[in-house]
């Protein structure tokens, strides 16, 4: 009876590995190529780790938001009429897709030609607050200038100008006060986000994937200490490719563990007046 029979079939199935590996180094490399594949990728997973969840989460947060990194988004936005009406008795409406035109009143000069040679018109803008009736602007363009100065209050005054006569707005061409007016028609309207829009998205997506993924690949260092990937690395080693260098290794190792085999099956319980060679 054998001392100990655990290793003796230790032994044996390490003999037959070999000999398979001996036999057939071609079959054996191109399983090990599929291995060490796969292997790459999980360590390449274990290392990208940290970015691909943060990924997701902030992927989840901005469609939450209507928003979506990469891709053109179809958006829904408030729909509003600005209308445009001036002293001359022009009108002109519009339909706009945001609020950021405000409601205003402009007196203007009309276009003169100044000592630069340039065209020129002097514009002044008023806000219009909510106290403010719009519904009889025939009271507003009988104002004078002084008037709309003391009722209303001045945003801005500007000196604009013109090279060319062709650039000019016909409706400057005399003094004249222009209503500009946004009303919101409770309506919606559907349209594709702005290139723009959609970079600004994708660059803050990209930032705060940066910042959120490299900090949690700081703490999974710190709490894991790469325990996946240096595992992952080990058993890579273990799986490298045969060539005639390590074949002449594993012909050498496998004489030596055959020796060992017999010894121990000669000796019975235990081996006598020799030395397992290692």
């Known amino acids: 009876m054998i001392k100990d029979e655990d290793i003796l079939n230790k032994l044996k199935k390490e003999i037959e590995i070999i000999e398979d590996k001996i036999k057939n180094p071609n079959l054996y490399n191109k399983k090990n190529r599929v291995i060490r594949k796969a292997l790459k990728s999980a360590i390449m997973i274990d290392n990208f780790l940290p970015y691909i969840l943060s990924g997701v989460v902030l992927l989840s947060s901005y469609k939450s938001a209507g928003k979506t990194p990469f891709l053109i988004d179809t958006v829904t936005q408030k729909s509003y009429i600005e209308m445009i009406d001036t002293s001359?008795?022009?009108?002109?409406?519009?339909?706009?897709?945001?609020?950021?035109?405000?409601?205003?009143?402009?007196?203007?000069?009309?276009?003169?030609?100044?000592?630069?040679?340039l065209y020129e018109r002097i514009s002044t803008t008023y806000l219009i607050n909510e106290n403010i009736d719009l519904n009889n602007i025939d009271n507003i363009f009988k104002m004078s200038k002084g008037e709309l100065d003391s009722l209303f209050f001045i945003m801005e005054t500007q000196i604009?100008?013109?090279?060319?006569?062709?650039?000019?707005?016909?409706?400057?061409?005399?003094?004249?006060?222009?209503?500009?007016?946004?009303?919101?028609?409770?309506?919606?309207?559907?349209?594709?986000?702005?290139?723009e829009s959609n970079f600004l998205t994708t660059s803050s997506y990209l930032a705060i994937l940066f910042i959120v993924g490299t900090g949690l690949k700081g703490v999974k260092e710190v709490l894991y200490q790469e325990y996946i990937k240096n595992n992952l690395e080990v058993l890579l080693v273990n799986y490298q490719e045969l060539d005639e260098n390590t074949l002449e290794k594993l012909k050498k190792i496998l004489e030596l563990k055959k020796e060992n085999f017999s010894l121990l099956c000669e000796s019975g319980e235990e081996v006598h007046g020799k030395k397992l060679t290692r």
């Open 88 to 117: 001359n008795g022009d009108h002109f409406q519009y339909q706009i897709d945001s609020n950021e035109v405000f409601s205003s009143i402009e007196y203007s000069t009309g276009w003169r030609v100044n000592e630069y040679g």
């Open 160 to 195: 604009i100008t013109e090279a060319y006569e062709e650039n000019l707005n016909p409706i400057y061409n005399e003094e004249v006060i222009v209503i500009n007016r946004v009303i919101n028609t409770n309506k919606t309207v559907d349209k594709e986000e702005s290139f």
